[in-house]
């Protein structure tokens, strides 16, 4: 008997909620699991060869000994012998297309294994790999993929300096010196690279200061009166666990560059080295960071509290205190960050930002309802901390940038469309917004800022995520979806929601799903997949079938009805305000209404098939370095189906959040499967 959409839908729901509750951790939080990075495993490489090269002595830090970090070389070396591509070239993970960065990384590694204990690539491997780096235009390539920020360029070509590649008159040098100043004077002192560099902008730059050509006398004698308190900076902002963010290229950076001017056996080394040791795969590759397990457990609570007949039974007094315990109490040792918000990990590596943030506080505002009153009360407390953060992070411009409030220009500190939206979101948590006027003014400056920057096609582009087969590797589709969800929230102009419904109604592939490009067919193809024809992404068609259900159940109470009069005629004409009307009530248009029903076939064959079980690179972490998470599927589609069958059963989930949904009786008029 052939079944309807609506219970088609209901059945995969409930087996992708089973799956879901079995990934938790421990019985209550998830951890995830990122895929293994080339280029993480590069420089780790590099960072371990170079303490064997360098180091004085035999080394020996508490576990780690010259035996097991030789073990870790031969490990990685043969992993990395595994993921050459068919151009000769490396990508970030197995699933990535190739790039000059990574290309040269490997490059490097397998010249410092070389020359610490013969392990290399073979040479009919490292032939084809200078071939396709001299191909896609060598050094000149690479510095034109990073442009002006210095972020990631400088410690390749000081990976490869080290290495002998290059002489170390090519790298640029680094105001090392200007770490010592205080952490609130950074923003001014118009640092070359990122919030989050400081660490490879120290020990970078000292090695360039001792290897490379020397600086005028009174630059040489500032940063030689330097050194020793910027290492200090260094030992300061390394956590517990040795891993600066949890990132194995940051760390690795830090310690080939200790390394090569004879400080292996520095404690900032020593506990760098116990990180990298601790943190490899068991296949000898290293992930692009430890975990993600703050950032997905929020994203599976939200995604769980979706369904809306959902109960909240996962929900475990365990889950609870572990959730809030990950919220940062003191001022954090790395940004300055003052306490209030979450991290993407609860490991000590994690520096609070305005993405887990929100994930975080939209998370407990779906669980607080179901508390008893100790923990209701703790609760309300985080949110409240969590919302004041965020007040306090949000840049001159009305957006939100990831974790310095003022601190450039450079990718990854600038206000972004995602963060900005994903904040508002966060920020009307318990219709805050309509009782406190000094919020009300930040939502206003952020939607002000996601209207400023929405492109002309509708589109907004995100900061954290990525599409490799589109030729700047932006994601429009997820920069869109992520505003879109922000439309339940009543803050965005109506006109701007219609313009990025029509965005993605226009771009949706011909399999239904949205997203993926050229590179997905293949790849399922060459893994002996039963079905290859797919081109969209599993993760990218669940963010756009959410996001478009989310505009549908705006309904009568949209932000275009619920802005005062004067409000409506400054920001909109009579025109489009009845044009937009036709998106924004009554489940929006019938092609939305068409591309929803798509989306979620795509869906529902998806789980068929188990693609939502294959993860995709569309995660793009510092420095455009990819990755794909193992649960990234899995979250997105069961949030998107329970999301649709909000819109289906007409009514929504419980929410802790602000909902702002009243009759949905007439959406579903243009499902006609529902």
């Avoid at 699933?95 to 610490?116: E, G, M």
């Avoid at 200061?209 to 030689?224: E, N, Q, T």
């Avoid at 929230?489 to 949706?508: D, E, F």
């Avoid at 995660?619 to 649709?644: M, N, S, V």
Wanted: aromatic fraction near 8%; charge should be negative; glycine fraction near 8%.
């Amino acid at each position: 008997m052939n079944r309807t959409l609506l219970e088609r839908t209901r059945a995969t729901l409930d087996q992708l909620r089973d799956e879901l509750l079995a990934e938790r951790h421990d019985g209550h939080h998830w951890t995830g699991t990122l895929s293994p990075s080339a280029l993480s495993t590069a420089t780790a490489i590099s960072a371990m060869s170079s303490v064997l090269i360098h180091s004085v002595g035999s080394l020996r830090s508490g576990c780690i000994t010259d035996e097991k970090i030789r073990h870790c070389v031969t490990s990685g070396v043969q992993y990395l012998q595994s993921q050459q591509n068919e151009d000769g070239g490396f990508g970030d993970t197995d699933r990535s297309h190739s790039n000059i960065a990574t290309s040269y990384l490997v490059l490097a590694a397998a010249a410092l294994a070389d020359q610490a204990m013969g392990s290399t690539l073979t040479s009919e491997s490292i032939a084809a790999l200078e071939k396709y780096i001299a191909q896609m235009g060598g050094l000149d390539a690479l510095k034109q993929r990073y442009g002006t920020d210095k972020t990631f360029v400088v410690p390749i070509l000081t990976n490869m300096a080290i290495a002998g590649l290059v002489p170390w008159k090519a790298v640029a040098a680094l105001p090392f010196e200007a770490a010592i100043f205080p952490q609130s004077m950074y923003r001014l002192l118009q640092m070359p690279v990122v919030s989050y560099a400081i660490p490879a902008l120290v020990a970078i730059g000292q090695a360039r200061h001792f290897h490379g050509p020397r600086a005028f006398f009174p630059i040489r004698w500032v940063r030689a009166a330097a050194v020793g308190r910027s290492m200090g900076v260094l030992e300061k902002m390394q956590p517990q666990s040795g891993g600066y963010l949890e990132a194995t290229p940051l760390t690795s950076f830090v310690v080939m560059s200790l390394a090569v001017t004879k400080r292996a056996n520095h404690n900032v080394s020593r506990r760098g080295l116990k990180f990298l040791k601790e943190s490899m795969n068991e296949d000898g590759s290293w992930p692009i960071d430890t975990n993600l397990a703050t950032w997905v457990t929020s994203l599976s609570m939200n995604a769980l509290a979706a369904d809306p007949t959902d109960d909240r039974a996962w929900c475990t007094p365990d889950l609870v205190e572990w959730h809030l315990g990950c919220q940062h109490e003191v001022r954090h040792p790395f940004t300055g960050a003052e306490p209030g918000g979450w991290g993407w990990s609860d490991l000590s590596g994690a520096v609070p930002d305005s993405d887990d943030t929100p994930a975080a506080i939209l998370a407990l505002g779906h669980i607080k309802a179901s508390l008893d009153g100790e923990r209701k009360q703790s609760c309300e407390e985080s949110i409240a901390a969590g919302r004041s953060w965020l007040l306090k992070l949000q840049n001159r411009d009305g957006g939100w940038p990831t974790f310095c409030r003022g601190w450039g220009k450079l990718p990854f500190d600038r206000s972004s469309n995602d963060l900005t939206a994903h904040a508002l979101r966060a920020l009307v948590v318990d219709d805050v917004a309509e009782t406190e006027a000094r919020i009300g003014r930040h939502i206003a400056l952020g939607a002000r800022f996601l209207e400023k920057n929405q492109e002309p096609d509708g589109s907004w582009l995100p900061l954290w995520f990525g599409n490799q087969d589109r030729s700047d590797e932006s994601n429009p589709v997820y920069g869109t979806s992520r505003v879109l969800l922000a439309a339940n929230s009543g803050l965005l102009n109506p006109k701007a929601l219609q313009a990025g419904c029509q965005y993605l109604v226009k771009n949706q592939n011909s399999d239904g799903g949205w997203g993926g490009g050229g590179s997905i067919a293949p790849w399922l193809k060459k893994n002996q997949f039963r079905e290859f024809e797919f081109v969209s992404s599993v993760e990218e068609t669940a963010l756009a079938v959410e996001a478009l259900v989310t505009v549908a159940l705006c309904g009568k109470n949209s932000s275009l009805l619920t802005m005062d009069e004067d409000t409506k005629r400054d920001r909109m004409s009579e025109t489009d305000r009845n044009e937009a009307q036709s998106v924004v009530q009554h489940g929006g248009t019938k092609a939305m209404s068409q591309a929803i029903i798509d989306g979620v076939e795509f869906l529902l064959d998806s789980v068929d098939q188990k693609r939502h079980r294959l993860p995709w690179p569309i995660g793009f972490y510092f420095a455009k370095l990819w990755y794909h998470e193992r649960l990234y599927p899995l979250i997105f589609t069961t949030g998107a189906l329970g999301t649709y069958l909000q819109l289906a059963a007409d009514k929504p989930a419980q929410q802790g959040s602000t909902n702002k949904t009243n009759s949905l009786q007439n959406h579903t008029q243009t499902l006609p499967e529902v």
